[in-house]
């Protein structure tokens, strides 16, 4: 059943369910982002079958304050992803006609994160299961900061063993850096600097790997736009180095300039901090997030001012590429998904949803005791029917995250 409210909001779930119906009546089945809608609409209406104890009643108004408090930075996320959305709606599907993907973007771009279900842990932590994320970090602030979480959730643990059992094991921070690409050579640049990094681990000197205390790297690539229109293109690397590192032999050997830098006390904040800076949000998509940039005297043009025709290369450059690798004993490190595993011992208290350029948390039912008494029936006359107040039986808990 579908509320009045949602029905009226072109955003909902509920409405773009109703209006897909409403347009293939004769249709056999939904296409993919009419189901999370289908799904979506059903959890709008979980809050209203929740029933919850006074112990969790209370503690689920502190999350929901700490929920809707998150959600004023999550808010300012959401409209800088739809305004990449109507970017590429406007500009750049009419140029790839051909391209399915690339038609249905905008779409997932703005159902990402827009509602979710509300749960605790049983360590009394609360996660949100969204219904749908767009899965891509390039576009999405939300999807940078996942994948920047799930990296330092991955390496921190190996980082500081290696820290713990080696003899002299340092950790470093590097940029390598390359002449800027011009346009239209993106794609085969991108793939020609990771080569060109792992050669620099394998190159061998009087019979031995010239950087043989280099164990371990973990590298993220970048390539925003150059104030001259063309491709910055470089790596972000974490080295694991056992020992000391010469700095001129490294820059000599790569042959373009390198920044380094020790973390001279690996602790998990410290690693946490480098980390975030390894894997940084990749391109700066609208004006106001290079005010800082434009003061140290950098006109380079965020993604909302690029030209479609760039805008293309960068994306087709980027498709089915890995921009982070791991090398030696980082590699092949298992990722989690953040929430992921033992949803089966979350106790689900409420939903969250985007709405009038903010987050909005509803919370299931307070305990009886907690709920005025209401005596109004619908037929007007003593003993008549009430009206029912809750929706028709639905799924016990939502589907785990994506």
Known sequence: M??????????????????????????????GHIEQAARAAERHQLARRIHL?????????????????????????RAIERRVADYIE????????????????????????????????????????????CGQAKLCPDEAREEAHRIQRAYIPELLRQVKEGRDTRIYYAVLTM???????????????????????????????????ITGALVTQEDPMGADGAWNVHLNAVLVVEGWLDYRELREAWHWNVELKRVRAPTVEALAR???????????????????????????????????????????????????????????????????????????????AYRAGGYHVTLGRPPLDLIPD???TTSGAPG????????????????PPD
């Open 274 to 352: 480098t980390l975030r800076e390894l894997v940084k949000y990749p391109v700066r998509m609208v004006a106001e997030k290079s005010q800082a940039k434009a003061a140290e005297g950098s006109a380079a043009p965020p993604m909302l001012e690029w030209a479609p025709t760039k805008w293309l290369e960068w994306w087709y450059a980027n498709k089915g590429f890995r921009r982070t690798r791991s090398y030696g004993c980082l590699y092949a490190i298992q990722q989690d998904e953040e929430g992921a595993g033992a949803l089966e011992d979350v106790e689900w208290i409420g939903t969250v």
């Open 53 to 77: 104890s006074q112990a969790r009643y209370e503690l689920a108004q502190k999350i929901k304050a700490l929920e809707e408090a998150d959600g004023l930075a999550r808010a300012e996320r």
């Open 179 to 213: 002449p800027n690409v011009a346009p239209g050579k993106l794609h085969q640049a991108k793939r020609a600097m990771f080569r060109r990094f792992r050669a620099l681990l394998r190159k061998r000197a009087r019979g031995r790997r010239r950087f043989s205390e």
């Open 2 to 31: 579908i509320g009045a409210a949602a029905a009226a909001d072109p955003l909902s779930p509920g409405y773009q369910l109703g209006r897909w119906l409403y347009l293939h009546p004769n249709a056999r089945r939904l296409p």
């Open 384 to 399: 008549g029917p009430r009206e029912p107040t809750t929706d028709p039986p639905g799924p016990s808990r939502p589907a």
């Open 374 to 376: 209401h005596k109004s």
């Open 90 to 133: 406007q500009h750049i599907a009419p140029l790839a006609e051909g391209d399915r993907t690339l038609r249905e973007l905008p779409e997932h771009l703005r159902a990402c994160r827009t509602t979710g279900a509300l749960g605790i842990r049983p360590d009394q932590s609360h996660l949100v299961a969204w219904d749908a994320k």
